[in-house]
C-alpha cells in the first residue's frame, strides 16, 4: 500500500474529527486518479469500509461512503472487499448507516447479499425500506 495513503488511513481512524474531511479528500483524489491498478488499492478500499464502521461523526461517515463508492465505479477487482465489519454494526446503526451500507453492498452485485438487503423491506423508518426496496428492484 502507498506510504502516504497508510499515512492518511492512520490519521483518518485516530485523527480529530474537524481534520478528517481533509485526509478523505487526499484519499479520494488516490481513488480516482490514476490509482486504479496500483498495489494495495483493494486494501484501501477495505480499510475504508473498516473505517466506516466505526465512524461515529455523520460528515465524516457520508465522505466515507462517496470515497468507497467511487473506489467501485472503477474496473477494478473489489469482490475480496469484507463488508463483515460494517454489516456487524447494522444491528445497532442508525437509518443513515444503514442505508449507506445497503447502498455500497448494492454496488458490489454480489447477490450473497440479497437476503441481508430483504431484512431491511421491513424496517421501521420509511427512508431504510426504500433504500432496500430499491436496490432489490433494481438489481
Given amino acids: 500500500m502507498n506510504p502516504v495513503i ?12 474537524d481534520m478528517k474531511p481533509g485526509y478523505l479528500l487526499d484519499i479520494g483524489d488516490y481513488i ?10 483493494p486494501e484501501t478500499v477495505q480499510q475504508l469500509v473498516i473505517l466506516l ?11 466515507l461512503v462517496k470515497v468507497i463508492e467511487r473506489a467501485y465505479l472503477y474496473p477494478v477487482n ?5 463488508f463483515e465489519p ?7 446503526a442508525d437509518p443513515i448507516l444503514i442505508q449507506s451500507a445497503l447502498y ?5 452485485y454480489d447477490r450473497k447479499y440479497i437476503p441481508l438487503i ?5 424496517h421501521p423508518q420509511e427512508e431504510v ?11
Fill in 6 to 17: 497508510q499515512h492518511l488511513l492512520k490519521e483518518l481512524e485516530t485523527g480529530e474529527p
Fill in 32 to 41: 480516482e486518479h490514476p490509482y486504479p491498478h496500483e498495489d494495495g488499492y
Fill in 53 to 63: 464502521s466505526k465512524e461515529t461523526v455523520p460528515e465524516v461517515r457520508r465522505q
Fill in 78 to 82: 473489489l469482490s475480496g472487499i469484507n
Fill in 86 to 92: 460494517l454489516i456487524c454494526k447494522l444491528e445497532t
Fill in 104 to 108: 455500497l453492498l448494492s454496488l458490489t
Fill in 118 to 122: 430483504e431484512k431491511y423491506i421491513n
Fill in 129 to 139: 425500506k426504500k433504500e432496500a426496496l430499491y436496490i432489490l428492484a433494481n438489481w
